[in-house]
């Protein structure tokens, strides 16, 4: 899925830009072309090197860059990109964002560019929740802008809360899912069956199996990657795949009633369930 796609990795100035090594990591481990374009704040966190050295792509830091592929024709990366990712997404790279300022080159590379954009905020859980922020956000999201829920956790400002970069996985799991959206399975709705049943004896007890799910929640992944519409009825206690609407069950006669209702309306059944 990620094999010879382009990915543009805007990195913008918060704390948690030092995690954008390892999303462009795994992206290039994945096949993936990642161009990374720095605002000057975010050299101030994370040394333009490290992102060369894994990438084994120059990274654009100015839109002054001579040497720079971009710099002649700034729209270039733009053009170039199957899909951007802002990740991490300060408030104030957000606000930019919302109110089309474009005086760098993510700002410029984000205006001009056609292919879906994704967001992930990362910011103090106040700066989150602000009004303004929150409309800014709701403005990009109306505009057809992906954004990656931050998640909850110990912060920067040594509070707890919501305003942490979404994990490695999910960023990429969102990635993966936006290229999929023209693949073969476009316009399709699978239904997937994953884990053990347990049926209960007492309160305490229960007969099942050792089916761990994996197995069904990877062909669940599968499918949304190649642009379906996927509904994983599953008695796993696996998180959730992004992107695929998950139906909970926990005995085998309730996993019967699920999968009847939801094939219905569905183009294939996969039962991976045990």
Not at 230 to 247: N, Q
């Amino acid at each position: 899925m990620l094999a010879g796609k382009t990915v543009v990795l805007g990195i913008s100035g918060g704390i948690a830009a030092y995690k954008a090594a390892d999303i462009a990591s795994k992206l290039t481990q994945a096949g993936a072309r990642v161009e990374v374009v720095m605002t000057d704040s975010a050299t101030r966190f994370i040394a333009p090197l490290t992102l060369r050295s894994l990438t084994g792509r120059p990274v654009v830091t100015s839109m002054w860059e001579l040497a720079s592929e971009f710099s002649i024709e700034h729209v270039a990366l733009a053009e170039a990109a199957d899909v951007v990712v802002v990740a991490p997404a300060t408030a104030n790279i957000i606000a930019k964002m919302a109110v089309g300022i474009a005086d760098d080159m993510l700002t410029c590379t984000v205006l001009a560019t056609k292919a879906p954009i994704i967001v992930a905020p990362s910011m103090d859980a106040n700066m989150l929740h602000n009004p303004i922020t929150q409309e800014n956000l709701a403005k990009l999201k109306d505009r057809g802008f992906i954004l990656v829920d931050p998640g909850y956790g110990y912060l920067a400002s040594g509070k707890t809360g919501h305003g942490r970069l979404a994990d490695t996985e999910t960023i990429i799991a969102t990635i993966k899912q936006v290229l999929g959206r023209g693949g073969d399975l476009a316009g399709k709705h699978i239904v997937v069956t994953a884990g053990g049943t347990r049926e209960p004896i007492d309160p305490v007890r229960s007969i099942g199996n050792r089916s761990s799910g994996k197995m069904g929640y990877a062909l669940a992944e599968a499918a949304r990657d190649r642009g379906a519409g996927v509904r994983l009825i599953t008695a796993a206690f696996l998180p959730a795949p992004v992107g695929v609407e998950v139906v909970g069950v926990e005995t085998a006669l309730q996993m019967k009633a699920a999968v009847t209702k939801a094939v219905a309306g569905a183009d294939a059944l996969i039962m991976a369930a045990a």
